[in-house]
């Protein structure tokens, strides 16, 4: 009984979620609204909810991918043409079998379309609308049978003449109606309504739901108007049936929608429009001849076009097409620029340095001793005392030199796939310039990524050709054998599986740069030469609080303010291999990564007011080794210190200017010992900023013993939330 | 051109050694500064005898030893031991550059805490540890290392007693393939007794059993041992998180790293034949590393070298007090300084340089110290230039264990200055004084009142 409940209530939302779709948008209340407004003609509404259904129950019975009924996907395009339909042809029993039929068309229709064009990576947009009713159009001719009658007007503006002529009105004493009306009645036509009023309730809405849509709408239809106007074009196809809306929906799709909003992305507009307009104008020439109308083509093939073309570019700039679809130029935006301000530069597969303690970068990269040219991104290393001297008096054997006979580990994780080895050591100053990479290991992490350790001491590497070796085992000692006046050890990244390979540039995930006694946290940077650096170690306990292993419960008990509440939380996997907390109390998740060195929060579904919200935002980042001072910093989306209003105002500037933002920085706090901590307590300060101007702040505290995370506090503005572990 | 030196005329025998262009030279040239300051300064302003330390030599010798480990092993932490040398000063240099502390008795425990290390950075060694001090060490959460069972069982019930779970260690001895083999401290490792108080601490539950210790000898002239005990140490561990599901946190490899002093008896110079530290490293983290160990369960390697971070930045100066002519002929030199400072000359030939220039001439000479006592020997035999009464000499490598194991008998204890890395000297220990050697003496009332006549 509950599932059948349930499984109603999904369809019902599907329904909704087809009218928002037509808007790009995933919003219940746009749907809803968009829903009403088609009911302005009942006969349009009612036809437009039977085409849905069908399109439902077609699928069903059919045995098709259930969850894309649920957001609308696969009904849209029969909305659209239950719409089109309703509104040409009175209700009638052909008019109902023609419509059931036509709509189980665009089903088909959607879903090979769908398929086809996804595996090119392209959007289906309303093609299926479009066959389905050109075909509706030139196939019903024949069939005198079926005896369609013609609508003439439309019903509320029959029983309601004044409400329509008042606004009409209305839009008439301002000096700009010629553009208001259509620009309103553009937007409306969308939906199959051209009047002023649906218009105006359907932009209401569209500012409502995204200011950034709502602003392009108006920039897009501008360009379009002003193009028609400044070059003297034929309005009447843009007046006969407002077709005018392709400005507004290309404008959505490639100003916000598939393409990140940004200053680019409007400028693009500026091209895209008027190409738009070109093509509108030259397929009404063509189709005029078939008397078929022409909707929205002009617009698909535009999109379809620029999408596909911007896909096959080898890097974006500031114009990004959008990976994971938010239905919301504002969510696209934030996300989009949040994910790449903090993991633009990260690699896949994570490369450490090959050292045991702290080391000295004696060369780097595009140094003036030998990483020149086709080999500039290597890295030299060596060991110096504090008088920055590499070798104890009298510096004339390598014996003396700090860094000799010591242990070279392996960066990462491979096979080892070359190995050169017997070569003697240099006396000092003395370079082997035959065999100039002297001893050296070749390690294989992937196809294409290799990594080349160089100037071993002779006999003194551990490992054997095909081997697999783990990140930091021991593969050999360091040693001066090669091009090397005195013992060092030389690293680098490279494509290809040669002794004498190519370098490439790749940056080192995760270590800890020293100066002036102090560490610094750096993570997928190219270390610099003169750095002290050494690797990060995870401390056990760390490892063990933020172990979050899928199936574990944690239970929190949580203070906040006067309340006192229970969450029960649980680690899950979802079907792309992607951890996440899910709170049972609150149905809310949080996405996360533990990589062994550091724990990161990377999304949130759910609701803001759950105490899963407050922790994935109070510990969005944690280091997993306890080193004294050293700080991480990150950034998090303005929405989470500023309410409505204030972004209101970013979301129309977002694509050009952030006055609002935020970060976050983490440090520790009070440790027992750095070297075996039992109790570790670190702080975290997050800051909302206008105008780089700190004036949200929510600070936080986590306690960690030997049994995990056992006290969270966090103090946003006044209220103050403290919650335990209890298991 | 400067005036030449004279010394009075000498006798010596010829012998037919190997040829040597040189000629017969003394092995020492003389020392007349120490980083940078003059001996005779020295000896003028805080009197003499007078120990002196490197500020600067100590670091570099801490640095040097954290660094040869730490490029060889990922976690490493130093502990100064005490007993060495517990001088507050020279203390809390080693714990400016990151070292803990290792005691082994109560008043260094204090002398730890009084120095500012947090209780639970004080390792608490040691055969004899009271009930009173077990539970002062229990409160501050200090790592207990348990020596015997007497002391498990103890401990055991003041846990049980104050409801708290101690932070414990064992001290472990085994064959390591030396001799003399220490088996006196901790419990063996080849016949179980190890495994033995291993189980009896983790059924019993009432101690938390974080590390394991060894302390394999003093003054270590063969690295290898140290493997061999790093092999077992580890076997241990691994048995013990096997077995218990437990991971030990730290393995403690002790000290008896060899300074460059030369033992008596040995063939050869210390300096010759002393491994450098990167020896002893090399063989531990090797053993560590390949040991086994989960990559996130890597025990951290403690350290609790004295002598080698020490011996070289200390320094005995002293003055000639008179010589004579032995009943057999030999020279003989008497010093202000005596076996009473200088204890371990009884197991070093300690060496000496004058602190003056001299000629090209040597005599082999007894030097003895001041203490009207017939063991007073500093040096049976030496070569040295002849000296005169009033001449400066420097003892090297006195760092360790001169200062904590000098006695005020006879003679009273000298002044300690340490050179800071300025070069300028600081007193970090007055000379002692009659005053503070009756401080804690009482005289009963009848023995107040006496004439003599």
């Known amino acids: ?727 | 051109m400067a005036k030449k030196i004279y010394e009075r005329p000498i006798i010596r025998p010829l012998n037919t050694g190997m040829m040597n262009k040189f000629g017969t030279r003394t092995e020492y040239l003389p020392v007349t500064h120490i980083d940078g300051v003059s001996v005779k300064s020295l000896i003028k302003q805080y009197g003499s005898p007078l120990f002196v330390f490197s500020e600067r030599q100590m670091r570099e010798n801490i640095r040097f030893a954290k660094r040869t480990f730490e490029t060889r092993y990922p976690k490493v932490q130093f502990a100064w031991s005490y007993k060495t040398n517990y001088l507050n000063a020279i203390c809390n240099v080693y714990h400016q550059e990151g070292s803990w502390a290792e005691v082994v008795s109560r008043f260094e425990y204090d002398k730890a805490i009084n120095n500012g290390v947090p209780g639970d950075k004080i390792i608490f060694n040691g055969p004899d540890k009271t009930d009173e001090d077990l539970r002062v060490a229990i409160k501050n959460n200090s790592p207990i290392h348990i020596d015997h069972l007497d002391e498990l069982y103890r401990l055991t019930d003041i846990a049980t007693e104050m409801k708290v779970k101690p932070r414990v260690a064992i001290r472990v001895n085994m064959d390591t393939g030396i001799y003399p083999m220490w088996d006196r401290f901790g419990f063996n490792y080849e016949t179980g007794q190890a495994w033995d108080a291993i189980n009896k601490i983790l059924a019993s539950g009432k101690l938390d059993l974080v590390g394991l210790h060894t302390h394999i000898g003093t003054y270590m002239l063969t690295p290898s041992a140290y493997g061999v005990a790093a092999a077992k140490m580890a076997d241990l561990a691994l048995g013990i998180k096997n077995k218990y599901d437990t991971v030990i946190q730290y393995i403690d490899m002790g000290g008896g790293f060899a300074s460059q002093n030369t033992l008596k008896g040995s063939f050869l110079k210390g300096s010759d034949i002393v491994p450098p530290i990167s020896e002893y490293a090399e063989v531990i983290c090797t053993a560590l590393l390949n040991a086994g160990f989960k990559n996130t369960e890597l025990p951290t390697l403690y350290l609790e070298t004295g002598r080698a971070l020490i011996d070289n930045a200390g320094f005995l100066l002293g003055s000639v007090i008179a010589n004579k002519r032995l009943s057999d002929g030999r020279k003989a030199t008497i010093l202000d300084f005596g076996v009473n400072i200088l204890f371990t000359s009884f197991w070093y030939d300690h060496k000496i340089s004058p602190a003056q220039e001299f000629g090209m001439h040597t005599e082999d000479t007894v030097l003895y110290g001041p203490l009207c006592m017939n063991i007073d020997v500093i040096r049976e035999n030496i070569s040295l230039p002849p000296l005169n009464a009033g001449d400066q000499v420097v003892v090297h490598h006195t760092g360790a264990y001169t200062v904590t194991q000098s006695m005020q008998f006879i003679a009273l204890r000298p002044a300690v200055v340490m050179i800071d890395l300025m070069g300028k000297p600081h007193v970090i220990k007055k000379k002692e004084s009659l005053k503070d050697l009756e401080k804690n003496e009482e005289m009963p009332e009848f023995l107040k009142q006496f004439k003599l006549v």
């Open chain 1, 1 to 727: 009984m509950f599932a059948v409940a349930k499984n109603v209530i999904y369809h019902l939302k599907g329904i909704v979620l087809s009218y928002s779709q037509i808007y790009f948008s995933n919003n219940i209340w746009l749907g809803i609204a968009l829903m009403i407004i088609s009911f302005f003609d009942p006969g349009i509404g009612l036809s437009g909810i039977i085409a849905i259904v069908t399109c439902q129950l077609s699928c069903l019975f059919f045995n098709f991918n259930i969850s894309s009924i649920y957001d609308g996907a696969y009904t849209y395009n029969a909305l659209l043409l239950g719409l089109a339909m309703g509104s040409f042809y009175q209700m009638s029993l052909p008019f109902l079998t023609v419509l059931v039929i036509t709509s189980m068309l665009t089903f088909f229709l959607t879903v090979w379309i769908a398929g086809r064009l996804s595996k090119i990576g392209l959007p289906y947009l309303s093609l299926p609308f479009l066959l389905a009713i050109w075909v509706i159009l030139l196939g019903l001719s024949n069939f005198t049978g079926i005896k369609l009658v013609s609508k003439e007007t439309f019903s509320l503006q029959l029983w309601f003449p004044n409400l329509f002529i008042n606004v009409t009105k209305l839009i008439d004493s301002t000096s700009f109606s010629d553009y208001l009306h259509l620009y309103f009645r553009s937007l409306s036509a969308v939906i199959f309504q051209y009047n002023d009023l649906a218009g105006i309730i359907i932009a209401f809405c569209l500012l409502l739901r995204s200011r950034m849509a709502f602003a392009l709408s108006i920039y897009g239809f501008s360009i379009g108007y002003l193009f028609y106007y400044n070059f003297e074009g034929d309005f009447t196809p843009l007046i006969y049936s407002y077709i005018g809306f392709n400005f507004i929906l290309a404008a959505i799709a490639l100003g916000g929608f598939f393409i990140v909003p940004s200053a680019k992305s409007h400028f693009l507009l500026l091209f895209v429009i008027p190409v738009t307009a070109l093509v509108l104008s030259a397929l009404h020439t063509v189709f005029g001849h078939l008397h078929l109308p022409l909707y929205s083509l002009p617009y698909t093939i535009v999109v379809l076009l620029v999408v596909g073309v911007l896909q096959i570019r080898q890097f974006s700039n500031g114009l990004e097409l959008v990976n994971l679809q938010q239905y919301s130029p504002e969510l696209n935006h934030y996300k989009t620029l949040y994910l790449k301000k903090r993991f633009a530069g990260q690699t896949y597969f994570h490369i450490y340095l090959p050292i045991i303690g702290e080391w000295t970068i004696s060369q780097g990269h595009l140094g003036n001793i030998t990483h020149k040219e086709g080999w500039k991104y290597a890295w030299d290393f060596d060991v110096r005392d504090e008088m920055n001297a590499t070798y104890k008096a009298p510096g004339t054997d390598v014996k003396d030199y700090y860094c000799y006979d010591l242990p070279v580990i392996a960066p990462s994780s491979g096979y080892v796939i070359a190995i050169k080895d017997g070569i003697e050591d240099n006396l000092i100053s003395d370079v082997n310039l035959v065999q100039n990479w002297g001893n050296t290991v070749i390690i294989k992490h992937a196809d294409g990524l290799y990594t080349k350790l160089s100037h071993l001491k002779p006999d003194s590497i551990k490992v054997k050709e095909g081997d697999w070796i783990h990140a930091g085992e021991q593969i050999a000692t360091c040693g001066s054998s090669g091009r090397s006046p005195e013992p060092h050890l030389h690293f680098q990244v490279q494509a290809n599986p040669y002794i004498g390979s190519q370098t490439l540039y790749y940056p080192i995930a995760y270590y800890l740069v020293k100066l002036n006694n102090a560490y610094s946290f750096h993570n997928f940077s190219i270390p610099q030469e003169g750095q002290i650096v050494r690797n990060i170690i995870p401390s056990s306990l760390l490892l063990n609080a933020f172990s979050l292993i899928p199936g574990r419960n944690i239970v929190w008990n949580i203070i906040d303010g006067a309340k006192n509440k229970e969450n029960k939380w649980s680690v899950y996997v979802d079907i792309y291999n992607k951890k996440y907390l899910y709170c049972h109390t609150t149905k809310s998740s949080a996405y996360f990564v533990n990589d062994g060195v550091l724990f990161y929060f990377t999304d949130f579904y759910g609701t803001k007011k759950s105490f899963l919200y407050q922790f994935y935002i109070s510990f969005h980042k944690v280091i997993l080794g306890c080193y004294k001072g050293i700080e991480i910093n990150d950034w998090l989306m303005p929405q989470v210190f500023f309410n409505k209003l204030p972004m209101l105002f970013q979301d129309f500037l977002a694509p050009f200017y952030h006055f609002l933002d935020g970060n976050y920085n983490f440090k520790f706090g009070a440790v027992d010992n750095y070297m075996n901590p039992e109790k570790i307590i670190f702080e975290t300060n997050c800051n909302g900023r206008v105008f780089n101007k700190n004036v949200k702040k929510i600070d936080s505290k986590m306690s960690i013993d030997k049994s995990g995370i056992s006290i969270v506090e966090i103090q946003n503005k006044n209220k103050k939330t403290t919650a335990t572990c209890v298991y």
